[in-house]
């Protein structure tokens, strides 16, 4: 199922033998039907990820934009964990340079480990006033796969980017959010004053508000179990579109599986929300969705039949050992 979920148009398009027009490779039979697409949580494997977009048609070997007019949407988590979270961020921002020549799109939200990053650039290990113990963006970054590459290559144009991201994106009728979490109404109600809202944070000093955004944002899983669909159709309601598009959680996690035997994205809270982060990090797929998301037919979803109703994991079990991805778990009182 890879093939269909990752692969479809631009291998029937590289199949096709289209041709190259204005250097941009070009399909007559689909002119101006631009297609989206959205990749999760990349965490430094920028090699994989070139691999996944050149199997799609949308860069080529060597990572240069050929997908034309189509969109393209990252979930953010392009840091940490991973061997060149910069390298990653240099990518996208390449490939958006070049989809805008080329009359397509590509975007980034920010994810929660983009907020770490910076925060461990902006404040190190001051201590961030708490009533519950110790807590610094430094133990945090520390705990939560931080490499000391990513913060040694994050020149003042990385956080200029990144500090202009937005962290929420209506694109069509799919709600695009890093985090599977309602915690993003804490700065608005719509997309615009939550995206104004973060935005304003990443360019104040106040170290309680850049706690707040890395704790909210590192939440998880508000979209399982018998309250999950409620609160999809909350973020519906407030935010716009039909289905909610996440990353943050590790299907695997998600549906009980390891990681390699991911070959899809998870579909669940009653058909309105969709995750796409296949846990690259921890040896599953990169995968790259189309949207508006088409489910496959029944027979390829074998893998995914017992999901909705298995025991809810924790938490603490999707993170790798030592490296707890939730702020509570780093920062408990020793
Ligand atoms: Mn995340």
Known sequence: MISQVTGGAGAARAARGSPIVNGVEHDPAEAGVARTYVVGDVHGHRDELVEALHATGLVDRAGGWTGGTDHL??????????????????????????????????????????????????????????????????????????????????????????????????????????????????????????????????????????????????????????????AVDECLAAFGGTMVIHGHSVIADQVGLPPALIEGPYHYAGGKALGVDAGLFVGGPCLVVPLPWQPPTPEDTSWADEDDEDEDPSPEDTDTPGEPDTPDDTTKPD
């Open 73 to 230: 949407w990252f979930l953010g988590d392009f840091v940490d964990r991973g061997p060149d979270g910069i390298g990653v961020i240099d990518l996208v921002m390449r490939l958006g340079r070049e989809a805008a020549e080329a009359g397509g799109q590509v975007e980034a939200l920010l994810g929660n480990h983009e907020v770490l990053l910076l925060g461990m650039h902006r404040f190190g290990g001051t201590e961030v006033p708490s009533d519950f113990g110790p807590r610094s963006f430094a133990r945090s970054w520390e705990m939560n796969g931080g490499l000391l590459s990513d913060q040694e290559g994050l020149t003042d144009e990385h956080v200029d980017w990144l500090t202009t991201r937005p962290v929420v994106a209506l694109v069509g009728d799919d709600l695009l959010m890093h985090s599977d979490t309602t915690e993003y109404f804490y700065w608005g109600d719509d997309v615009d004053s939550v995206n104004d809202g973060v935005r304003e944070v990443l360019h104040s000093d106040d170290i309680v508000e850049w706690w707040e955004l890395w704790r909210r944002m590192t939440t998880r899983y508000a979209f399982r179990g018998p309250d999950g669909e409620r």
